[in-house]
């Protein structure tokens, strides 16, 4: 019998994690979902998922959500210029637990990407690599329910905005990247594994198309230079720091840093990855 843990596991990709194990028939006594809010985890608990309190701060915490674990999700902290210390938190405890192996959600390219996400990455997968405990990476690429907002800007503008010029970004919508981390922790022989992991490939210009496709409307896409992008993001009502990020993040679409042709997140789900449209879509329902 093996015993599954998912951190981060009441938010959007920890908890779909979860449905997705479930649905492949991981029995829910076996999944171990480490919450930092109990009461969050309530429908978990009610499906008979074992719910552990531990939040990535706190290392005897997380020692104890993790004993007699035997593979873990480490999905990669929520709180930018954080991650390194709680990230490390979590690889020791999965080391003092005796796991026997880790996932962890990194970030496409992670290696070369220029994005500013992608350094504490990049570091966590080099402490990964000394741990004692074997890993796997699943390094996702851009969600497509991150353009979500862009659907309302479009519809009162006529058009969407960003600084990606003619890059590529290779989407997936967060439910095939949760479906894809299930697969495999189901499956055996993953320690060193590295995923390269997007899906259909759009410039802005085909991701404006894929919303003008929704709304029944012609949408055109406006480049505009990366301190215009940060400036109409914080116009928007944006802090500074997330402006920032995303605008380095269309830095890094320009450069090719969101894209992949690797053709692994469609060989994990064993079909095509859904496409930009119907994820897009289906945040508006």
Same mark, same amino acid.
């Given at each position: 019998?093996?015993? %599954? ?50 939040? *990535? ?21 929520? &709180? @930018?210029?954080?991650?390194? @210390? ?18 962890? %959600?990194?970030?496409?390219?992670? @290696? ?24 796997? /990476? ?8 991150? *353009? ?12 969407? !905005? ?32 590295? *995923?390269?992991?997007?899906? #259909? ?19 055109? *896409?406006?480049?505009?230079? %990366?301190? &215009?992008? !940060?400036?109409?993001? #914080? ?24 894209? %992949? &042709? ?7 789900? #064993?079909? #095509? ?6 994820? /897009? ?5």
């Amino acid at each position: 019998m093996t015993t %599954t843990a998912v951190t981060g596991a009441t938010g959007q990709l920890g908890s779909a994690v979860i449905r997705s194990l479930l649905d492949h028939g991981v029995a829910a006594g076996d999944i171990v979902a480490v919450v930092r809010d109990e009461a969050k985890a309530a429908d978990l608990a009610a499906r008979g998922v074992v719910v552990r309190v531990a939040d *990535y701060a706190d290392p005897a915490a997380l020692r104890a959500a993790l004993d007699g674990v035997d593979k873990l999700l480490l999905v990669s902290g929520s &709180e @930018p210029g954080k991650r390194i @210390p709680q990230h490390t938190n979590v690889i020791e405890a999965a080391e003092a637990a005796d796991v026997s192996l880790i996932a962890y %959600t990194s970030v496409l390219n992670a @290696p070369t990407s220029g994005i500013s996400l992608a350094p504490e990455h990049v570091a966590t997968e080099k402490r990964l690599a000394s741990s004692s405990v074997p890993s796997v /990476l699943l390094r996702n690429g851009w969600y497509w329910e991150n *353009y979500a907002a862009s659907i309302g800007q479009a519809q009162h503008t006529g058009a969407i !905005i960003g600084s990606g010029g003619s890059g590529v970004i290779a989407g997936a919508s967060r439910s095939d990247y949760a479906a894809a981390a299930a697969a495999v922790l189901i499956a055996d022989d993953q320690a060193g594994a590295v *995923y390269e992991l997007g899906g #259909e490939r759009l410039t802005y210009e085909g991701l404006a198309g894929a919303i003008s496709e929704i709304i029944g409307a012609p949408v055109e *896409y406006k480049d505009l230079s %990366t301190d &215009e992008h !940060i400036g109409a993001l #914080e116009g928007a009502g944006l802090p500074a720091p997330v402006a920032q990020m995303l605008a380095s993040a269309d830095a890094g679409i320009a450069r090719g840093d969101l894209d %992949t &042709e690797s053709g692994d997140l469609a060989r994990l789900l #064993e079909r #095509e990855p859904v496409s930009a449209v119907d994820a /897009l879509r289906a945040t508006l329902s």
